[in-house]
């Protein structure tokens, strides 16, 4: 009982807060309204820490955290802004926008993408690291939805949400470093796979690698919101 | 004050950005009591004069013209802007590069072609192996993405360019914008 | 088993030794084995049995000097041949209570006499395939004697004393990663052995693997008792066959033996082990990857904490440590902790193996005290470089690691000074490059490496040393510009920074040291398009045209 109950305090960019034991900082920075960029977390699926976006510093370390994952301690010092993750987190942007042909003006996702949004919101106007310009495959074997690999960037969103939520696991992951990809069953055609067709993983990629056929154009908002909600109903069963 | 010279040039893109760039309307007037467009693909100048103040570059790299082209505009001017998605990140163009040239060049001209089919050797520029931004060429000054930049971002970009007051290029536009 | 049964065992395996005159060692590690050492022990053992003299042939694990193999000693004299074939058996029965034969025989004092083998102890004198051959050197003495008269926490406790740290690369205090997992609650606990070893150029723990599995074995379940363990996994690589049919038939050995398996020695103690096949992949050296690898599921790593010693196998506190690591443990709990802990220097004590290549004479497998300096090890050990060519750098730590420049190799080998000359320790890997060699090369050689063998998880290790690796193969091209080496830079600050596992962290070592002793070669590629070792193939600058 006391455990679960502990409160901490700690300071994330100088203002005071207070978290349960076993609280991620990501969760306490939130609860707080402070802002911590994300991209491969996604509320109401399980925590990689792959992205890197969330890292944060940790007064007395040299280490850099992710936000996501690391749980607050009492004492903590946090700071989430500073000139080096600033600059940490344009490079890993830079280098998501070069590893794969992300062509914003005809994705449908323009405008609606979390790739693109965070490139803006952290001052990038050009990318310095030579393009890779991969060739990649389209995949729209699938009646409803489409996979774009040009326009992925391996947040495995749709693998997490596919066996963490549906319950189907056909989304994983093949292949190592620069040519890893996601795939779908033993790597069948998406339109031959065991997926349900329930769409999820494409409510939560945050680029425009998964969509939807009937959506035209730009016109492709995602609505990962289901996520907490789902999960919460759950529970309360 | 005199005016400074601007020089406006298009490379392997769609004129999109020119025309964004027209879409500035009334303003234009505005602007002109401060630039004098001394190149254009919208004047009638053939030569790239020897002193430009402001330069903005739309499109691409994909060409062998191109890049001489982009060599001679660093050369001859003091602020060169990237004008555009093509110009900043290789955009559309760009999309050729995991096929390569000869797909592109075989698609165009032989399968597509009713007559003549024949890949022109003379007068079209050699294209690139690859597509790339014009900063993987040339040292570039201002990068200003968007697909195109809107009228209201080439107004806000021009005016601090020209009174030298600061610009916050992400406040004003994105790629794809 | 107990431990007057062990004595017995061991008596009568020295008993049985005495019988003979002569004991003629063949080495048959993997070197060796290519060259034709199965012949030659085949040939010694027909001429042996013709010849009416008692000689055990024997078998036995790597004995250090690969370049002159395939190598056999002849004891009691200790003598030591060199490029020994088939053709030669004859002639080294017939010496036997003679001379010996001047043609083979080889003086490597200068190489033996420098190293001090605790871990490579039995290397050479035992047959890897006889558990009786380990017992009667005093194996197994010691998990029967902890077993039997020493609490998990004395165990604990001597190896804390001894100041062994963690030999796969991190140098993390053995004792007290064995005190965390042992203090954490759960009624499962798990010991791991690493044993993925796969570094370029490193072959220590497949030496200590093929040459003395019990030692590992035995290693194990001492750490088993002492953190309160049941069971274990010895995780090799699928390329080392001749490793895991040597730990398959040590298990089943000790199985037999009764020093695995419940109530060890008539104690409450059980321990039992399995060996798990990495598919190769180089990031499940990384204890995360290591761990999903094992439990059946991708071989990525996650983000620590949780530390396995808390949070490992199935989520249940596990201890991780290598082979070498292992192998160090027997006798420490032999000798006491305060014998190791006088061997070595200041922070880093005890011995380590290198696996000695490159341009060096004597490449192979060589152990020394920490603390040695790196001339001794490259010009005494070693041998120096061969063929006239001279030295320009040691990479240490395989594609973690660093290079250290000829100048500074006064440098004594310990964790921390060479992570302060900006390379680290590693697993025991030692490339010597000679000018022939090009820095940039090299680099890109080891970027390459970390690039193929990235998990491809988080982006700046999947992503990031592509782009190294394509700026790196710029510079060697003659392409590459003075603004992109500036770019590299960048973005190895932001690799070393940002990675998800040591993997990522360290990829860029390769190039921040080759920059830190040798940016002028950099220098040389990028302005005046020249390979000063001439190992690139620079062309005159020309845009390729479609």
């Known amino acids: ?237 | 004050m005199s005016k400074l010279k601007l020089a406006t040039v298009w490379l392997d893109g769609c004129s999109g950005c020119h025309m964004s760039f027209l879409d500035m309307d009334e303003r234009l007037i505005e602007l002109a009591e401060f630039v004098d467009v001394v190149y254009s693909p919208i004047v009638d100048a053939k030569e790239f004069p020897d002193e430009v103040d402001i330069v903005l570059v739309e499109g691409a790299v994909a060409s062998v013209d191109d890049e001489k082209k982009i060599k001679k505009i660093r050369a001859h001017s003091k602020t060169l802007v990237a004008m555009g998605d093509c110009a900043v990140a290789g955009n559309v163009p760009s999309m050729r590069n995991p096929i390569g040239p000869d797909a592109i060049l075989e698609r165009a001209y032989i399968e597509n072609a009713t007559v003549q089919q024949q890949i022109p050797c003379v007068v079209v520029p050699k294209l690139l192996k690859v597509v790339r931004p014009i900063h993987e060429f040339v040292n570039v000054d201002v990068f200003l993405p968007g697909c195109p930049p809107s009228a209201d971002t080439f107004y806000a970009a021009l005016t601090a360019l020209v009174t030298g007051e600061p610009l916050d290029i992400p406040a004003l536009t994105r790629f794809g914008a | ?546």
């Open chain 3, 1 to 546: 088993m107990t431990i007057e049964e062990l004595e017995q065992i061991a008596t009568s395996v020295r008993q049985e030794h005495e019988k003979y005159d002569y004991e003629v060692n063949v080495c048959m590690d993997l070197a060796c084995a290519s060259q034709g050492a199965d012949r030659l022990r085949e040939a010694l053992v027909k001429e042996a049995e013709a010849s009416g003299k008692k000689v055990l042939v024997r078998r036995t694990g790597c004995m250090g000097p690969c370049s002159s193999g395939p190598l056999v000693r002849v004891d009691p004299a200790e003598t030591l041949y060199r490029h020994v074939h088939s053709d030669h058996a004859e002639s080294i029965v017939a010496s036997l209570g003679g001379e010996p034969v001047a043609e083979l025989q080889c003086d490597l004092s200068d190489h033996f006499d420098k190293q001090v083998r605790v871990v490579l102890e039995n290397a050479g004198y035992i047959d890897p395939e006889k558990i009786d051959d380990y017992i009667g050197r005093d194996g197994y003495k010691a998990l029967l004697t902890a077993l039997t008269e020493m609490t998990p926490n004395g165990v604990i406790h001597r190896i804390t004393e001894s100041g062994l740290r963690g030999r796969g690369g991190g140098g993390y205090p053995t004792g007290l990663k064995w005190g965390t997992v042992s203090k954490a609650g759960g009624d499962m606990k798990y010991v791991v052995c690493n044993g993925d070893e796969g570094d370029p150029g490193a072959f220590m723990d497949r030496s200590v693997m093929e040459g003395d599995p019990h030692r590992v074995i035995e290693g194990m379940a001492i750490a088993a008792y002492a953190v309160g363990a049941s069971k274990g996994f010895i995780y090799v690589r699928a390329e080392y066959p001749v490793a895991v049919s040597r730990l398959t038939t040590a298990l089943r050995e000790a199985r037999r033996r009764g020093l695995l398996g419940n109530n060890i020695c008539g104690t409450t103690f059980n321990f039992d082990m399995e060996i798990r096949l990495g598919a190769g992949a180089f990031v499940c050296g990384e204890e995360t990857a290591l761990i999903a690898s094992i439990e059946g599921r991708r071989g990525t790593p996650k983000p620590r904490p949780p530390y396995p010693a808390v949070s490992g196998l199935w989520g249940k506190p596990t201890l991780i440590n290598n082979v070498e690591t292992y192998a160090n443990v027997a006798p420490i709990m032999r000798n006491g902790g305060k014998w190791f802990f006088n061997m070595g220097s200041e922070r880093s004590k005890g011995t380590k193996v290198f696996a000695l290549t490159g341009k060096i004479t004597n490449t192979g497998l060589v152990e020394v005290p920490m603390g040695i300096k790196l001339w001794e090890i490259i010009d005494v050990i070693g041998g120096g470089v061969p063929d006239g060519h001279k030295l320009k750098a040691v990479q240490t730590g395989g594609p973690s690691g660093g290079c250290i420049p000829a100048d500074m190799l006064d440098l004594g080998v310990s964790y921390d000074a060479l992570m302060a000359a900006g390379s680290i320790m590693g697993s025991g890997g030692m490339i010597v490059m000679d000018d022939t060699s090009c820095m940039v090369n090299v680099a890109r050689f080891f970027v390459e490496f970390c690039m193929t063998e990235s998990c491809g998880k988080c982006i700046p290790c999947r992503a990031g040393t592509a782009q190294m690796y394509t700026l790196l193969s710029r510079f060697c091209d003659g392409s590459g510009t003075m603004e992109e080496l500036e770019l590299l830079e960048e973005l190895c600050g932001t690799i070393k920074d940002t990675s998800l596992c040591g993997l990522g962290m360290t990829a860029p070592n390769p190039v921040l040291s080759t920059l830190k002793y040798f940016r002028n070669e950099y220098i040389e590629h990028i302005v005046h398009k020249r390979c000063p070792a001439g190992v690139c193939n620079i062309k005159a600058p020309v845009e390729v045209l479609a």
């Open chain 1, 1 to 237: 009982m006391s455990d679960a109950v502990e409160v901490k305090t700690l300071i994330i960019d100088e203002q005071e807060v207070s978290a349960r034991r076993g609280q991620t900082i990501l969760e306490v920075a939130r609860e707080n309204e402070i802002y911590i960029p994300t991209l491969c977390h996604m509320e109401g699926l399980s925590d990689v820490g792959a992205c890197r976006m969330c890292l944060v510093e940790i007064k007395g370390s040299k280490k850099l955290l992710p936000a996501c994952v690391a749980t607050v301690f009492e004492g903590m010092e946090v700071s989430t802004n500073t000139e080096r993750l600033k600059q940490h987190r344009r490079t890993i942007l830079e280098l998501l926008f070069a590893e794969r042909n992300h062509i914003c003006s005809v994705c449908v996702a323009n405008g609606h993408c979390e790739l693109q949004t965070l490139g803006q919101e952290q001052g990038l106007t050009h990318i310095r690291l030579p393009y890779r310009n991969p060739q990649l495959t389209v995949d729209a074997s699938n009646e409803r939805f489409t996979i774009d690999h040009n326009r992925c960037i391996l947040c495995t969103r749709c693998v997490r949400v596919c066996a963490e939520i549906e319950g189907a696991h056909v989304w994983d992951v093949m292949g190592r470093g620069i040519n890893s990809i996601v795939i779908t069953d033993l790597h069948e055609d998406w339109g031959s796979s065991s997926c349900t067709r329930c769409g999820k993983c494409v409510q939560v990629c945050p680029t425009g690698a998964l969509f939807d056929k009937s959506k035209v154009g730009t016109d492709h908002p995602k609505n990962p919101e289901f996520l907490p909600y789902l999960n919460l109903m759950r529970e309360a069963q």
